[in-house]
T-cell receptor, first 115, second 114 residues
Framework: AQTVTQSQPEMSVQEAETVTLSCTYD???????LFWYKQPPSRQMILVIR??????QNATENRFSVNFQKAAKSFSLKISDSQLGDTAMYFC????????????FGQGTRLTINP | KAGVTQTPRYLIKTRGQQVTLSCSPI?????VSWYQQTPGQGLQFLFE???????NKGNFPGRFSGRQFSNSRSEMNVSTLELGDSALYLC?????????????FGPGTRLTVL
């Protein structure tokens, strides 16, 4: 069975700091997709970043970047120059391609950016 | 383009009743997936529909069912409601596949079972 683990239920940093959210996953497949989604308070969930497993280069989107370690099955998210608008629940997700396709989510990390 | 919409936004039901939730995907998106979000279990995949066919299903009892119409709109039904069904139900749409494409989420339907 595929699983996703986010070991930090809550994190809190000061505005402008850099913060890293951890995510580990387990799958027996060689190809899959990994995602970070953001759910701001009372707002819709949106994609932060997407990574295809067979691409070794780490994905980046402006201030957001990932550290993808395929052998270690680790997919951490780094937020640089954090802003108040980054306050949200962050979910790591694994896209299972083989067999019964689905999206498996971690439990989430509640990130608070303090002024 | 208009985003994913879900109706109703809030629902209160009693145990034993049934409920139907609706989801309208982004125009052109053919894949619609449903998720249950609770504080204890997090986000769990319910099922995915593509071209009016259920393509994948999560580990939920048969009380949870759904369908998709020719215009890609989808409905989810929960029969014989239990207290544990209280949750935020999210719908998401994408171009083709739940496991590879960016999912665009709706605002959710908050279901409370009394």
């Amino acid at each position: 069975a595929q699983t996703v683990t986010q070991s930090q239920p809550e994190m809190s940093v000061q505005e402008a700091e850099t913060v890293t959210l951890s995510c580990t996953y387990d799958t027996s497949e060689s190809n899959y997709y990994l995602f970070w989604y953001k759910q701001p308070p009372s707002r819709q969930m949106i994609l932060v970043i997407r990574q295809e497993a067979y691409k070794q280069q780490n994905a980046t989107e402006n201030r957001f970047s990932v550290n993808f370690q395929k052998a270690a099955k680790s997919f951490s998210l780094k937020i640089s120059d954090s802003q108040l608008g980054d306050t949200a629940m962050y979910f790591c997700a694994l896209g299972v391609i083989q067999g019964a396709q689905k999206l498996v989510f971690g439990q989430g990390t509640r990130l608070t950016i303090n002024p | 383009k208009a985003g994913v919409t879900q109706t109703p936004r809030y629902l209160i039901k009693t145990r034993g009743q049934q409920v139907t939730l609706s989801c309208s995907p982004i125009s052109g998106h053919r894949s619609v997936s449903w998720y249950q979000q609770t504080p204890g279990q997090g986000l769990q995949f319910l099922f995915e529909y593509f071209s009016e066919t259920q393509r994948n299903k999560g580990n939920f009892p048969g009380r949870f069912s759904g369908r998709q119409f020719s215009n890609s709109r989808s409905e989810m039904n929960v029969s014989t409601l239990e207290l544990g069904d209280s949750a935020l139900y999210l719908c998401a749409s994408s171009l083709f596949a739940v496991s590879t494409d960016t999912q665009y989420f709706g605002p959710g339907t908050r279901l409370t079972v009394l």
